[in-house]
């Protein structure tokens, strides 16, 4: 390669380092539990979305076995050529049953089902020969989303951005163009917001939506398996369970830990979106054994309460021993438990002392979160004991008093 190449590279990534942006992976020894191996060493891991201790389940690694089994390792296509088997059905209608649509459509993740979505309805004429369709979105909305957005034809739709949460500026935006002959109107959001393990304000955005005649869609990744009584996310947290127009979400977080994604909706977009979609009709289809595994997982929060069960005795407990010992966290109810500490270096040099105390945690600072804000980012699982939170906790203690946080 021309070594002007090279150079451009490599004083990026000097930058990123100088920054303190540089994303440092850490190779585990082992699978994603309660604890992991790091360094020959045994760790409890507190930065993973294995929200309910899924991703390494003996019921779930059979069910993968079985569908690699009975369906094999692949089947070398997209969907509408001959890459649909009877399993790829059976877990969409599961996953409309879950959220409460009318029909689901899978993808390989939730970033291109996010990325298949809103050009797919923004940048077709369906019929009309002129036509202008707007979007409104959180300011805090996840990179997928707003990468989704990007692919949308600027001739063809006005992009807004609401400030986080900030349901007046939104109602404000829309009463703006109340007038004008958008034809689809669509508002975004998380369920979830990941930095804060705050919920979308989905009651108000349900009525909004209602009121000016907008689709109201939600990402639930960090919600589904997370949150709400029965595990079912951030829509039956809040009460309005089913009124969501447009569900994405994952599998590759609390519902497997794997891979996958979809979104859900009424019969006629789903199938529209079969047609339309260009990650799902040009990209393959979901291989059986990830198939069987997230359908085992739905099974499981369907048959078996007490993984949503140990997860929220669990962030309760974390939640409430953390303040005790004088740590300021968010408030909340979500197993993603920020412990706010300022500046990044702080957070920076804390998470190296958790680390080898015996405890992974991911530190979160600016560009990642606002300036000033740095951040551990933990987030509690099913799969930790007693033992594993109280470890933490001790953990948490010794730091903390030594690097005079509490
Ligand atoms: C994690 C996440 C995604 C990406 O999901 P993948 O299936 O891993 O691509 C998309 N949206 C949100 C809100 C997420 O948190």
Redesign the pocket.
């Known amino acids: 390669m021309n070594p002007n190449y090279t150079k451009i590279f490599a004083d990026e990534l000097a930058r990123l380092e100088q920054n303190k942006t540089f994303k440092y992976e850490v190779p585990l020894e082992g699978p994603q539990d309660g604890t992991v191996i790091v360094g020959g060493k045994k760790v409890v891991m507190l930065a993973s979305?294995n929200y309910l201790g899924l991703a390494n389940h003996p019921k779930i690694n059979e069910a993968a076995k079985k569908g690699l089994e009975e369906f094999g390792n692949g089947i070398s296509s997209v969907r509408f050529i001959c890459g649909t088997q009877t399993i790829h059905k059976e877990l969409e209608a599961k996953i409309s049953k879950f959220v409460g649509t009318e029909d689901t459509i899978l993808?390989?993740?939730?970033?291109?089902?996010?990325e298949g979505f809103f050009a797919s309805l923004t940048n077709e004429a369906c019929g009309y020969e002129d036509w202008k369709d707007v979007l409104y979105s959180d300011q805090y909305?996840?990179?997928?989303?707003i990468d989704g957005q990007r692919l949308c034809n600027r001739k063809r739709t006005d992009k807004k951005v609401y400030p986080h949460g900030d349901m007046e500026k939104l109602i404000e935006m829309l009463e703006e163009d109340k007038d004008k002959d958008y034809r689809f109107k669509i508002i975004a959001t998380?369920?979830?917001?990941?930095m804060e393990g705050y919920l979308a304000k989905l009651p108000e955005l349900v009525a909004i939506a209602k009121k000016y005649g907008a689709m109201l869609f939600m990402?639930?990744?960090?919600g589904m398996g997370a949150i709400g009584e029965t595990g079912k996310g951030t829509a039956e947290a809040c009460g309005v369970w089913g009124e969501i127009d447009v569900v994405?979400?994952?599998?590759?977080?609390a519902l497997g830990g794997a891979?996958?994604?979809f979104i859900s909706g009424k019969k006629e977009m789903v199938t529209f979106l079969r047609q339309k979609s260009r990650p799902y009709t040009f990209s393959n289809s979901l291989p059986p054994s990830l198939v069987y595994a997230a359908s085992a997982a739905f099974d499981l929060l369907e048959n078996d309460s007490s993984f949503v069960t140990r997860l929220e005795e669990n962030t309760a407990y974390f939640r409430k021993e953390m303040v005790n010992l004088g740590f300021t966290i968010l408030e909340g109810k979500h197993p993603i438990v920020p412990v706010m500490l300022g500046e990044a270096p702080l957070a920076q040099d804390m998470s190296n002392e958790l680390l080898k105390e015996g405890v992974y945690i991911k530190g979160l600072w600016f560009p990642v979160v606002p300036r000033g804000m740095a951040r551990l980012r933990t987030q509690i699982s099913a799969a930790l004991t007693r033992e594993n939170l109280d470890f933490t906790l001790e953990a948490f203690s010794k730091v903390g008093k030594r690097m005079n946080v509490i």
């Open positions: 979305n993808f390989l993740s939730c970033f291109s089902a996010n909305n996840h990179a997928s989303i998380d369920g979830i917001f990941s990402d639930d990744s960090h994405t979400g994952t599998l590759g977080k891979a996958g994604g």
